[in-house]
Nanobody, 121 residues
Framework: QVQLVESGGGSVQAGGSLRLSCAAS?????MGWFRQAPGKEREGVAR????????FHADSVKGRFTISRDNGKNTVYLQMTSLKPDDTAMYYC?????????????????WGQGTQVTVSS
């Protein structure tokens, strides 16, 4: 079992920046960030492979968000810049211990509790 604890959410004006963190309690093969706005489906934001550091970002955030990780701390980060009101959502950290690593909820058995990001115009 892997426990994930997110932090770093908050409220910011459009154009601002936030950095989310997610600390994992054990080894993870792949970690990702997803988000869900009220009334909308959960959306994959970015994912990173632990060993290679290979990353993938959704088109909606490419060039504005960057996922990274510190393997020594078992922590993944999501640096968010040029935030827009459309980025407002609950952001969830997710992880697996191996296997597929896509921006697909089905690939991730472990989830954090979520952290709220609110962007005002």
């Amino acid at each position: 079992q892997v426990q994930l604890v997110e932090s770093g959410g908050g409220s910011v004006q459009a154009g601002g920046s936030l950095r989310l963190s997610c600390a994992a309690s054990g080894y993870t093969g792949c970690m990702g960030w997803f988000r869900q706005a009220p009334g909308k489906e959960r959306e994959g934001v970015a994912r990173i492979l632990s060993l290679s550091g290979n990353t993938f970002h959704a088109d909606s955030v490419k060039g504005r968000f960057t996922i990274s990780r510190d393997n020594g701390k078992n922590t993944v980060y999501l640096q968010m810049t040029s935030l827009k009101p459309d980025d407002t959502a609950m952001y969830y950290c997710a992880a697996n211990r191996g296997g597929l690593c896509r921006l697909n909820s089905a690939d991730f058995p472990y989830w954090g509790q979520g952290t709220q990001v609110t962007v005002s115009s």
